[in-house]
């Protein structure tokens, strides 16, 4: 069971405010989405809609937000053949090794794409032609979880961008500002327990 905690949601809240044409989302931590039949639903794709969602994957800041290793799937709707990206940025990526591997899948769980290395760093992106209308499921794990059903690396915060758009080359990773609230928090949960001892 995942265990919801306050602290993430106020941080993807900051977080929404930055994406001012986006549809931000927060992975919700109190319900099981470890599967294609209960993805957490996300709403409409269309065109002038930039997706994100903040999730995370175990225990960061000490213990401070928990979830579990399992992977996490988020389903959405398109209404017309497109093209779709998906993305994964993981803010201390870089630091500390986190490689997310981001898969999509369609309304009866059957795998359309996987990627694992094709973002900056070792996040994710994939795109993917869309050829008909209806549900579709994004599922984000750690490597080498290729096959989604749990483990793999985990410990790190994401965040799971989907659009509709065709692009050239690979997208502009998630603004400095993740990476400075990222950090903000980690420097009070070491001040909190500072101050504690």
């Not at 930055?18 to 993805?39: C, G, H, R």
Request: hydrophobic share 45%; with cysteine.
């Amino acid at each position: 069971m995942k265990i919801g905690n306050q602290k993430f949601l106020a941080l993807a809240f900051c977080l929404s405010l930055l994406f001012t044409n986006a549809n931000a989302a927060v992975e919700n931590l109190s319900v099981d989405n470890s599967s294609y039949s209960n993805a957490q639903y996300l709403g409409n794709l269309s065109a002038q809609i930039l997706m994100n969602v903040f999730g995370v994957r175990g225990s960061v800041y000490s213990g401070q937000i928990n979830d579990n290793d399992n992977a996490d799937f988020y389903s959405f709707d398109i209404n017309a053949p497109t093209t779709l990206k998906l993305s994964v940025f993981t803010p201390a990526g870089p630091i500390f090794n986190n490689d997310p591997v981001l898969g999509l899948y369609d309304a009866n769980g059957v795998q359309l794409a996987f990627d694992d290395d094709s973002g900056a760093g070792w996040d994710s992106f994939l795109q993917y032609a869309i050829g008909a209308p209806g549900r579709y499921i994004a599922a984000v794990s750690g490597y080498d979880d290729t096959s989604f059903a749990g483990g793999g690396d985990s410990n790190f915060l994401y965040n799971l961008q989907a659009e509709i758009a065709i692009v050239q080359g690979n997208p502009v990773p998630v603004p400095g500002a993740f990476w400075l609230m990222g950090s903000s928090l980690l420097g009070l949960a070491s001040f909190r327990r500072k101050r504690t001892l």
